[in-house]
């Protein structure tokens, strides 16, 4: 048996950022914070979404890093428009459909207090005096696009802010990133 090593980035993604190295003209791109071009995102996050976003040089920890098969667990937290109560909690744990006759797999959710370790976006969120937000802590397994803001706006919350936080075993907080930096990780693979 050798042992494979694989290159691994973590990058805290900013809002407003693309998950590809091509030059867009609306928007910066992973050139602008990665220089290795040998790696390729492990998922996608949407430009809209901040946080936890993987690059890997080795197809397969790709695939388990990213395909539905592998299950792996996507954690976010989310601002949502309205006072999310224990019932929207429990619905999100049985599943949602979020169209096209598309039931979601139960999650792991639950409310929490906005994070105290949370930056600052720009632009900011928009603020509405009489309109109240809330924040829930989610994790799910699947990753159909903008699953997560079709799960809080069929419920009536629609997303303000969403922060991926961890992918796996890979967590934003423990491996100390901020908006904007990296970090890389080597891999050790088993390979018959």
């Not at 492990?42 to 690059?55: N, Q």
């Not at 797999?105 to 639950?110: G, I, V």
């Amino acid at each position: 048996m050798t042992i494979k090593q694989s290159k691994l980035i973590a990058f805290n993604k900013p809002y407003g950022v693309i998950s590809q190295f091509s030059p867009d003209v609306n928007h910066p791109s992973l050139a602008e914070f990665i220089s290795d071009k040998e790696v390729y995102p492990a998922g996608r996050l949407d430009t809209d979404s901040e946080g936890l976003l993987l690059l890997t040089n080795d197809g397969l920890l790709q695939a388990k890093l990213s395909s539905p098969k592998f299950a792996k667990r996507k954690t976010y937290i989310v601002q949502v428009d309205g006072i999310a109560t224990q019932w929207h909690i429990d619905q999100l744990e049985s599943g949602v459909n979020i169209g096209d006759n598309y039931i979601t797999k139960p999650a792991q959710a639950k409310l929490i207090e906005e994070p105290l370790w949370l930056w600052s976006r720009t632009p900011p969120v928009r603020y509405r005096k009489n309109i109240p937000t809330s924040w829930i802590e989610l994790t799910i397994t699947e990753g159909k696009n903008r699953q997560v803001r079709k799960m809080t706006s069929k419920l009536g919350l629609p997303t303000l802010r969403l922060i991926r936080v961890a992918i796996g075993e890979y967590n934003l907080l423990q491996l100390g990133l901020q908006p904007g930096t990296v970090c890389t990780i080597i891999v050790n693979n088993s390979q018959s």
